[in-house]
């Protein structure tokens, strides 16, 4: 299982990746139907657009936001995770395929599935012959468990997840390979290195979502002679078919092939373009009018063009059969406090619910193209999730208000009630949701009081539980997306009681529930990420069935890319466009 603690890295990769897309008004109702009969358009949400083995020019990638990080131990932003599997390689991938299928991991660097035994707790992972770093060096079993030990170096190399961490110290303590006493910097006992092409990990308890872990880029091969700590990021030494040339912080990056990438060792990445460029923009507005003009090919943050650029796709059929509106991963939601009176009430925070009114809501994050109608807790893509799990009725766009005055009344309540609602202030489709609840809720009896906080304060704020009950927040508004394509990966972090902390928390509901608690446990326990899906399912339906969530939308970006490019589509484990296969059209 995961601890608690993970939660807090979770936060600020939420902060740091919600670059949340420009609020407007309804889009027409042609673009809302997503111009069923415009050829090409969205496209490569489903499928593959373009599709080719052409090799050769320049993939031009910007950003509005520069990287995190370069090295693999520290990146966290989801766009840059999709930039390594340019360069580095791990023992397994999510498969480059488009929609569901890319959700599945598959072999990478190891030569086929992890052996488990020992009732699940022990991971044994062969590693393939023939892989190589980018030196022509060959990469063994010691150079995994040499870059997984350097993401226990928080003091040095802090910034990534640190799941590897809750699952492998086990009570040593372990202090990275920095500090380690071992003449070879191999210490850490809970990983053993039998042979250079065997690999064993050896876990505290069974856990089915182990695997995820050893896809993350936290668990790529590092040589240890080459690892120059902090400044690692700048170079880091690539397994992949491109190397890093050059790399500026709030510039960009250069990368060229690796000669020594075998493609035959390779079942993921294409290795396409000869050179592939990546630059930081403090103008969105310039890099969308570069991206529609096809100076550049692709906006790599994924979060999608700013709102005059998507009026100018919408209304025009040329710009539109390029442009792409997927689900990120994403749910925007509103969560209910039950140490707030009187949300302890399971029926006040139906009457909520019930007044909502869907369609407002989604209006308000910028219309039909910036999600989904929200139905549950559980986005598409995610195993056990259920797009048309309904229980509240929300994908009918309608308030119900006889269902929510019922609900007044049955809560003790039918006169309505006063409470706060808490939103981010650098949020701006989150103010126009809360604005949206606050008045639907208002035609029912319920006064609402929204306070705008500090976004860049919110684990203090609404991460903290005293402060929540202290202020009054009944209702808050937030989003979320998974470090990892998991039922726990998603939902844990929000629902499970172990997770409750007292700042930086995200269980905002305080729900501790024995039975939900439970499932996550079975789900741990389960063989597979497959055996473990329909605890999540569950797990879903009775969050759902306690009225703590009113969900907004299934989060979407309106996305454009270059119509030179190639084998484009869209990742479902990651929300972007696959960077492993894309090419450019000569």
Known sequence: MIRRKQALAITAVIAALSLTAACGGDDTKKAADGDKGDKGYSGAATGVVNASDAKGGELKLWSPQDVDFLDPARAYYGFVWNMQRLFIRQLYAYDSKPGAAGTKLVPDLADGEPVLSNDGKTYTVKIKDGVKFEDGAPVTSKDFKYGIERVFA?????????????????GQKYPGPYKDTDPDKMGLK???TPDDHTIVFNLASANSDFKYLLAMPSSSPV???????ATYTNKPVSTGPYKVESFASGKGATFVRNENWDPKTDTVRKGLPDKVTFTVTTNPDDMDQRLLSGDIDLAVDGTGVQQAAKNKILKDAN?????????????????FPQTVAPFDNIECRKAVIYAADPKSLQNARGGPTSGDLGANMLPPGVPGADKSYDPWNLTAGKPQEDKAK???????????????IAVRNNKAPEVK???SLQAALAKVGIKATIDQYDGKLSSSTIGSPENVKKKNYGIIVMGWGADYNSGAGFLQPLVDGSFIAQTGNNNYTMLDDPEVNGLFDKAAAAATPEAAAPFYTDINKKVMEKALYLPINFDKALVYHNPRLTNVYFNDSMGKIDLAVVGVAK
């Not at 710009?319 to 969560?335: E, M, Q, S």
């Not at 019922?406 to 009630?417: I, T």
């Open 406 to 420: 019922a609900a007044l009344k049955a809560c003790g309540k039918p006169d309505g009630f006063e409470t706060t």
């Open 154 to 170: 928080q003091d040095v190399l802090a910034g990534g997840p640190t799941y590897l961490i809750d699952q492998l110290d086990q």
């Open 319 to 335: 710009l539109k059969k390029n442009a792409d509106n997927p689900f990120t991963g994403y749910i925007r939601y509103f969560a």
């Open 433 to 435: 949701s809360a604005e």
């Open 190 to 192: 809970s990983v053993q």
């Open 223 to 229: 040589p240890a002679g080459k690892d120059s700590g």
